[in-house]
T-cell receptor, first 111, second 119 residues
Framework: DQQVKQNSPSLSVQEGRISILNCDYTNSMFDYFLWYKKYPAEGPTFLISISSIKDKNEDGRFTVFLNKSAKHLSLHIVPSQPGDSAVYFCAASPGTGKSTFGDGTTLTVKP | GAVVSQHPSWVICKSGTSVKIECRSLDFQATTMFWYRQFPKQSLMLMATSNEGSKATYEQGVEKDKFLINHASLTLSTLTVTSAHPEDSSFYIC???????????????FGAGTRLSVL
């Protein structure tokens, strides 16, 4: 049973528009959520995170929203840039440090 | 800050040989390190979790005797693929975690990965 799901394997948006990446989870013990970005042949890099006590966290062009009742989080990138093209992984942790990762969403931002 | 170095980045070896991959946290003490395997167009598969000075905890289905993990210090963990075979060819990635604060505790800092090709 996959506890963290990213149902969209890929997303394509136009440069300057908003990119919205979604993530659903099933384990109610998760209390910390993270987004990572990964380029081909590289390791993922941490992007932004949110604790379960919050519903929104913003860092520049990146905003993460958390809806605990729906067990859903999303990453908004505004405005999207071609350099944002990468695979984005959603991850969730029960506070132990060990995270469960989703399968990733490949974002393509077209110039 | 929070740089993780992983070496080698690419290794080709003959079937039956062993390969060692190193993962170092360069500017912080990593109490926990993780080892992942990634197949093409698939997600990160956690292989094992290692804490400094103790035995690694392997995920279900991962062979302990084949994938030897050593976490001898707070800045170094190694993964040795013993008697490698072509089916072991994959992209192996390590990550490290520090301790200070909830945020730091949950964030993983990843190495650049190692592409293993077994002929």
């Amino acid at each position: 049973d996959q506890q963290v799901k990213q149902n969209s394997p890929s997303l394509s948006v136009q440069e300057g528009r908003i990119s919205i990446l979604n993530c659903d989870y099933t384990n109610s013990m998760f209390d910390y959520f993270l987004w990572y970005k990964k380029y081909p042949a590289e390791g993922p890099t941490f992007l932004i995170s949110i604790s379960s006590i919050k519903d929104k966290n913003e860092d520049g062009r990146f905003t993460v929203f958390l809806n605990k009742s729906a067990k859903h989080l999303s990453l908004h990138i505004v405005p999207s840039q071609p350099g944002d093209s990468a695979v984005y992984f959603c991850a969730a942790s029960p506070g132990t440090g060990k995270s469960t990762f989703g399968d990733g969403t490949t974002l393509t931002v077209k110039p | 800050g929070a740089v993780v170095s992983q070496h080698p980045s690419w290794v080709i070896c003959k079937s039956g040989t062993s390969v060692k991959i190193e993962c170092r946290s360069l500017d912080f003490q990593a109490t926990t390190m993780f080892w992942y395997r990634q197949f093409p167009k698939q997600s990160l598969m956690l292989m094992a979790t290692s804490n400094e000075g103790s035995k690694a905890t392997y995920e279900q289905g991962v062979e302990k005797d084949k994938f030897l993990i050593n976490h001898a210090s707070l800045t170094l963990s190694t993964l040795t693929v013993t008697s490698a075979h072509p089916e072991d060819s994959s992209f192996y990635i390590c990550s490290a975690q520090g301790l200070a604060g909830l945020r730091a505790k949950n964030i993983q800092y990843f190495g650049a990965g190692t592409r293993l090709s077994v002929l």
